[in-house]
């Protein structure tokens, strides 16, 4: 934390120690992809090239331990002063009072409780560090636009559920990580099927409806509420730009 090294692999070697000690067959050749594949495997077993009926039980606790860790870490990573997207633009969710005056929090919470349980922000940065995906970092920018223009039309007295903008801005495009490799080319139009079916799983349906409704081309043809406006908005805001040798947000 000192350093501001709150990589992937930072986390990986700070528990090391820790991991081979509690799995004697630990191989640290290719572990935080198996880590990641772990992880990916709550939201979308079909997605994963690992057996994980095959994982050893001993294995399982170090891959869970490493986790945890790793969300520790992206805690801290957040309130830093770290010139990186995913310090600048933190994906917060909404406050303790923000989710007491929601109309129907037990949604959101459903939400919140699923994105937890899976470890999805782990698993996005894991992909985004093992496989160069930087869709965590698009999607810290949509939430942080998405809640910035939201609380703002709250506050002015607009009827906008600060939960829906929330929960669609951070999971409007975890469809992404359920395309399998063989539709790696079609991801950006099979990712709303598989976002829409994450969501369903979940039964967190307004949320997720506004979710996949992100990319509406003509919006004359949709009537759609005012936390999809907020959506589509900064989804388009948020884009990779070219940086030299890579394409960063």
């Known amino acids: 934390v000192e350093k501001k090294n709150y990589s992937c692999q930072a986390v990986y070697s700070l528990c090391q120690d820790i991991l081979i000690v509690i799995d004697k067959k630990h191989n640290p050749t290719n572990w ?20 994980v009926k095959d994982i050893s039980d001993n294995c399982r606790k170090t891959f869970l331990l490493y986790l945890e860790f790793l969300r ?36 959101y ?15 996005m ?19 942080w ?9 709250y506050n002015l007295g607009l009827p906008v559920d600060l939960g ?18 063989v539709e790696t080319e079609r991801t950006p139009y099979l990712h709303y099927y598989y976002t829409d079916m994450w969501f ?11 979710a996949v409704n992100h990319s509406v081309w003509d919006l004359e043809l949709e009537n759609l509420p005012l ?16 940086n030299g040798p890579k394409e960063e947000m």
């Open 32 to 51: 935080l992809y198996q880590v990641y594949q772990f992880a990916l495997s709550k939201s979308f077993p079909e997605a994963i090239d690992l057996s």
């Open 227 to 242: 936390e999809s406006l907020i959506l589509i908005y900064s989804d388009f805001r948020v884009k990779n730009v070219n």
């Open 125 to 143: 940065k894991l992909s985004q560090e093992i496989l160069n995906y930087n869709t965590l970092d698009h999607i810290c920018g949509v939430n």
């Open 164 to 181: 829906r903008i929330s929960g669609a801005a951070a999971g409007h495009d975890i469809g992404k990580y359920g395309c399998k490799d």
């Open 72 to 107: 520790v870490i992206s805690e801290f990573q957040k309130s830093s002063d770290y010139s990186i997207f995913q310090s600048k633009y933190p994906l917060n969710f909404l406050s303790s009072e923000e989710k007491n005056k929601l109309e129907n929090p037990a949604e």
């Open 200 to 210: 369903k799983k979940h039964n967190i349906f307004y949320i997720g409806h506004v």
């Open 145 to 153: 636009i998405a809640l910035f223009i939201g609380r703002q039309l």
């Open 109 to 123: 919470k459903r939400f919140l409780k699923a994105f937890n349980d899976e470890y999805i922000y782990e698993m």
